[in-house]
């Protein structure tokens, strides 16, 4: 994180936009298959977590429903909180707080909708689609940002440009 700091500090939108991309592919690199571990493992996770006594195993099943669909958000999460934290370090803080607050309607909405076909799963399912669009929204917003930064730059002779 001290690196996009930087580079954002010094306008170095180029090599922040490369180290972006690099860093995001690691991340899912790393989360996606952890994800689908997850996912595969999720009965015996929350059978190992919680079925002693009062948890049967049909309760098993319907909670490891939910964990699966709770474990796609995981790589959108990290992926997307990178991205905020780089937008906010260019000082785009109206842009995160209007996609915040967009996001907190979006998901009360989706979670309503998706809970009455899906019940609890629907809320798990609401959350990820949530934050696969706000990741989408907020590297699009970095991405499309920094080339603009870089390009008006390039015009001014390398002045830098807020």
Not at 151 to 156: A, L, M, S
């Amino acid at each position: 994180f001290p690196f996009f700091a930087d580079s954002a500090a010094r306008k170095e939108w180029q090599g922040l936009k490369q180290q972006l991309m690099r860093v995001t592919v690691a991340i899912l690199l790393l989360a996606v298959p952890m994800t689908l571990v997850l996912c595969w493992l999720a009965p015996f996770v929350v059978k190992v977590l919680f079925e002693r006594g009062e948890f049967r195993a049909s309760d098993t099943e319907a909670v490891s429903h939910v964990l699966r669909f709770a474990a796609l958000q995981v790589p959108f999460y990290i992926a997307g909180s990178l991205a905020s934290r780089i937008a906010v370090s260019m000082q785009a803080t109206r842009f995160i707080l209007m996609l915040s607050i967009g996001t907190v309607i979006v998901n009360c909405l989706m979670d309503a909708v998706l809970m009455q076909f899906m019940g609890v799963a629907g809320i798990a399912l609401s959350t990820v689609l949530v934050h696969v669009t706000s990741a989408v929204a907020v590297f699009t917003f970095v991405l499309r940002r920094t080339s603009t930064l870089h390009i008006n730059q390039q015009i001014r002779g390398g002045e830098s440009v807020a």
